[in-house]
C-alpha cells in the first residue's frame, strides 16, 4: 500500500531513531534510512531536508515525550510521593525506550538541536522545580535556589538511569525508592546558609580526647 505524507514521515522518524540510537548521528547515513524504509533517498530529503533535519525533529519528539511523561505521572500531594513518581516516570521512559533515551545522552552534534543531556535536564527540571519551590518556602529556604536542586535531583536520575539501563537490574521501582531515598533526606538535612569547607562539629561540641602518651 501506497503511505500517506504523514504515515511516511511517522515512518521515517522512527526509523531514524533506531539507526541514530544504533549507530550515532555521524556514522547514520541517509542511504542507510532509506533502505531501511524501503525508499529512496530524495523522499528523505523531501521530508526532512537531510540527516540533520531528520536528527533534529526525532531529538525533539523525543524530549516531548519524556516530558509529557514526566508531567503526567505528578498526581501526588506530599513532595516526596511527586518526586518518587517523576523518577518512576524517568525511569520508565528508560526501560519503555531505549533508543529514544540513547539519542538524548549522547552529545549532540548539531548546535543549534536541543537534544543535549543538559538541556533535557533542564526542560524536565522545570517541571520539577515547582515541587521544591513550595516545599523552599515552607522551611524558609530561598525559592531561587531551587533550580540548582531541581537539576541536580534529575541529573541524578539520568545518570542513573544510564547505568541501570546497562546493568537491566533492580527493578525500576527498586531504583526509583532508593533515588528517593537519598534525595528526600537529603532534602531533610537541608542548611539554609551552606558554607564551604568542614561541616559543623558534632553535637556536643565535644572534641576527641587526645591519645595517651605511653610511659617509657
Do not use: C
Request: zero cysteines.
Amino acid at each position: 500500500m501506497r503511505m500517506t505524507g504523514q504515515e511516511r514521515r511517522a515512518q521515517l522518524l522512527d526509523v531514524g531513531r533506531s539507526v541514530f540510537a544504533k549507530v550515532g548521528y555521524e556514522a547514520a547515513s541517509i542511504e542507510e534510512i532509506a533502505k531501511r524504509a524501503n525508499i529512496t533517498k530524495p523522499v528523505v530529503y523531501e521530508h526532512f531536508g537531510g540527516k540533520e533535519g531528520l536528527y533534529a525533529v526525532v531529538v525533539d519528539r523525543e524530549v516531548r515525550r519524556l516530558v509529557e511523561l514526566i508531567t503526567s505521572a505528578l498526581e501526588g500531594d506530599h513532595p516526596r510521593v511527586l518526586l518518587e513518581q517523576a523518577a518512576l516516570a524517568f525511569l520508565t521512559y528508560i526501560e519503555d525506550e531505549p533508543e529514544g533515551f540513547s539519542i538524548l545522552v549522547r552529545d549532540s552534534p548539531i548546535a543549534s538541536s536541543a537534544g543535549t543531556l543538559a538541556s533535557v535536564i533542564g526542560d524536565i527540571a522545570g517541571q520539577v522545580e515547582h515541587i521544591l519551590v513550595q516545599e523552599f518556602k515552607k522551611r524558609g529556604f530561598e525559592p531561587k535556589l531551587s533550580p540548582i536542586y531541581s537539576r541536580a535531583l534529575v541529573g541524578m536520575v539520568a545518570l542513573v538511569g544510564q547505568w541501570w539501563l546497562e546493568a537491566g537490574t533492580p527493578k525500576r521501582q527498586v531504583v526509583a525508592a532508593h533515588l528517593v531515598n537519598l534525595a528526600w533526606n537529603g532534602l531533610k538535612g537541608l542548611e539554609q546558609d551552606p558554607k564551604s569547607g568542614p561541616g559543623p562539629k558534632q553535637r556536643g561540641g565535644k572534641k576527641p580526647a587526645p591519645a595517651a602518651r605511653s610511659r617509657t
